[in-house]
C-alpha cells in the first residue's frame, strides 16, 4: 500500500527533484559503492513520515537507515526542503489563491519519548515529554507557519513568533483577522495583534464558543490532518532542524492534496484523477 497515492506524490517529487543539486554520476576511481537514488530515499522518508516507522524499520536492501538519516542531513543542509515549502505555497497562491484576509492560529500537543532540544513535560500526558507546535493557517486551512516549542509552553507567548512566519509569503492584506480560542483570551495578546495591525476575533473565557460558529475551525481541521501524518505525533527526533525537517515535509503534502482537490474543478491535465480527490 503506497503511503501517498502517485498523483500527488509525483508532482511533490518532480519539484523536490529540480531542487537537487547536480552530483557526479560516479566517483571518478570507480572503487566506491554507488550511491543509492535519491528518489529510492525520498519514498522511504515519505513513508517515515505517513507511518511513524523508525528509520531501522523503513530501511531495507536498496537503502539503510544510516543511508537516510545521512541524506535527510543533506537535505536539511541544502535548505531543500524549506525551498520546496516555498514553492508549493507560491503554486497554491498562483493556481488556487490563499485566503489571508482571515487566518487561524492554534496550538497541538505530540508526545517525544525521547526528549531532544524542544521537548518539555506535556501537561496533558502525566509529564511526559512532549512538543507543542503552534500552527497558522489561512481561512482555507493551509498551512502558512508553523513554530514548536517544548509542550509546557503556553500558547500566548508562541503567538508572535507563529505570526511572524507570514513575513516570508510576502505583502499581506489590510485588514486582516486573526481567529483563536479562548486560551488567548488577554489584553496582552490583543496589543500585540494591534501593534502588527491585525484584528483580533477571541473566544472569551466562560462563554461558550462552538468550534463551528467562526473561523477558527479550520486550524482544528488542519491540525487533524497533520496528524494524520504519524511522524508528527509520536516523535523520536532530538534535533530542533530535523524536527523542522518533517514539518515542512508534512505541510508539503498537505498543500498539494488541497491544492489538486481545489484544481479538479478549475483546471485539465494528462494526470488529472477520474474522481475528485
Known sequence: MPAIPSGMIEPIWDQFCALLPARAVEHPLGCHRRRVPERVVFDRLVQMLVF??????IADEACSATTLRRR???WIAAGL?????SLTLDAYDQ???????DVGVDGCITTAPGGGELAGKSPVDRGKQGLKRSLVVDAAGIPLGTITAPANQHDSPLLEPTLATLD????????MTVHLDRGYDSAVTRQRLAARG??????ERGKPAPLTAGKRWVVERTNAWT???????????????????????????????RLIRQAWTRYRWEQRPQRRP
Open 198 to 203: 491585525l484584528r483580533a476575533e477571541i473566544a
Open 72 to 74: 535527510r542531513d543533506e
Open 81 to 85: 526542503m524549506t525551498a520546496l515549502h
Open 52 to 57: 511513524g516507522g523508525a528509520y531501522e524499520r
Open 95 to 101: 493556481m488556487i489563491g490563499l485566503q489571508l484576509g
Open 168 to 175: 516570508a509569503i510576502g505583502p499581506l492584506p489590510t485588514p
Open 227 to 257: 496528524n494524520a501524518h504519524k511522524k508528527r505525533v509520536w516523535c523520536t527526533e532530538r534535533r530542533a532542524a530535523v524536527i523542522a525537517f518533517w514539518i515542512a515535509l508534512s505541510a508539503v503534502i498537505i498543500i498539494v492534496g
